[in-house]
């Protein structure tokens, strides 16, 4: 079973991990999680998308910041357009003394690339602009096949979008089990996904998905589908972990939860005598699941990998969190709906079963 905590080991005291020794984060002291095929990742890492509001160089040095202080979990996404400055952040580190075994760099197949020959060309464009060897992940980004231009706004919509189909979907994964074959993947993951969709990859796939990339945060926790992660062998990865308060407008509606505005967030926060937002962090570590929160600032990404590492919030102050959940998504993807689909909703399967491009029920 995955999800267990354990320590990482301590880093060479050397280039980037004597910097991150200087910045006074213990990388040995950041929880680890153990994988179902008994791998270790990181507990926390460091995010790459930069909302629209922050370019590539500014998100590249953010991470060579980040791996400075002991970040040493990376999720990149094509999408985010900066993985050749990632790229050279993780070169720079690990000619300054990191060693590869010690980071997890994590990469995504985007939805435009989902037929299988345009799959295994996006991972390889990942391998070449991170300048790795190996992917210790791979996640579908969205199960949803659709062009989607950067910046797009609220109501655009791609007419030749589509809805999941299982058969379709199947060779895409087959396609990235090849690449765990070839051992230019370590691990695969779903992302933005459902408990009915997992029940058929699972059912249906060669190579297991050991990661589930998920909106969490105490506000909006899933708890049905993080509980179908845990049950099946499955790391969920938590994104936007403090709410996204710098998301692009595309993704804000009026009347979004605040997580930390939340009366039970601001209050532990208080009794720790910390900022909302590493309330946040601590809450996911203490659940289960491995929070990427992002930032640029040194103080910030500093303080949230600091966060995970020390004064942990007691298990009535997790229990007290759960109530903070208002099961209310921020990121509802509406920009990928296809013709014919009512609403956002669609996308998540609410009543259980995977609307189809003309209706609900299953493909
Ligand atoms: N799989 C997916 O579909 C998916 C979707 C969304 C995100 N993600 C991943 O998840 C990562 C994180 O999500 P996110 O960027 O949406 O949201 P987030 O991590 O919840 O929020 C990031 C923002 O929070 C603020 N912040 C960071 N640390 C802080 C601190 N210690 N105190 C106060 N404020 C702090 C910063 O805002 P300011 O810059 O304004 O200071 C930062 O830009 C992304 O970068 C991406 O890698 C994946």
């Known amino acids: 079973m995955p ?5 990482a080991a301590p880093a060479p005291a050397a280039g980037a991990a ?20 008994g791998a270790l990742m990181p507990g926390i890492g460091v995010g790459t998308f930069g909302s629209d509001r922050y370019g590539p160089r500014e998100v590249g040095r953010a991470v060579a910041g980040a791996l400075a202080a002991g970040y040493r979990l990376v999720d990149c996404a094509p999408v985010h ?4 400055e990632v790229g050279r952040a993780l070169a720079a580190a690990t000619a300054g003394g990191l060693q590869r075994e010690q980071l997890f760099v994590m990469s995504k197949v985007w939805n435009g690339a989902h037929e299988p020959e345009a799959a295994v060309a996006s991972v390889r464009t990942s391998l070449r602009d991170l300048r790795l060897e190996h992917l210790d992940a791979v996640f579908v980004h969205w199960p949803f096949p659709n062009h ?4 797009a706004g609220t109501d655009d919509r ?17 396609a990235l089990e090849d690449l765990v074959d070839q051992g230019l993947v370590r691990h695969l993951g779903t992302s ?13 796939a060669r190579i297991a998905p050991q990661l589930n990339e998920m909106e969490l945060h105490p506000c909006f926790q899933q708890p049905e589908l993080f509980r179908y992660c845990l049950e099946h062998g499955i790391q969920p990865v938590g994104y936007s972990p403090l709410g996204s308060p710098s998301r692009p407008e595309r993704d804000r509606t009026p009347g979004d939860v605040v997580d930390t505005e939340d009366p039970v967030v601001r209050a532990i926060a208080e009794a720790h005598g910390v900022h909302p937002a590493l309330v946040c962090l601590k809450w996911a570590v203490a659940r289960g699941q491995v929070p990427i929160p992002f930032s640029v600032k040194p103080d910030q ?14 298990p009535a102050e997790v229990e007290a969190l759960r109530f903070a959940d208002r099961g209310e998504r921020l990121i509802k993807g509406q920009v990928f709906l296809w013709p014919g689909a009512s609403s ?11 609307p189809g491009r003309d209706g609900p029920g299953r493909p």
């Open 3 to 7: 999800n267990t905590t354990h320590r």
């Open 301 to 314: 990404f500093t303080a949230n990998l600091r966060a995970v590492s020390e004064d942990p919030l007691t």
């Open 18 to 37: 004597q910097d991150a020794a200087d910045a006074g984060v213990d990388p040995a002291g950041v929880p680890q999680r153990r994988l179902a095929g």
């Open 81 to 84: 357009g900066n993985e050749a």
């Open 344 to 354: 956002w909703q669609d996308l998540w399967d609410v009543d259980g079963t995977i």
């Open 192 to 204: 933005n996904t459902t408990v009915p969709k997992l029940e058929l990859l699972l059912r249906d």
């Open 148 to 151: 989607h231009p950067p910046g």
């Open 158 to 174: 791609d007419p030749a979008a589509r809805p999941y189909e299982h058969d379709a979907h199947l060779r895409l994964w087959r």
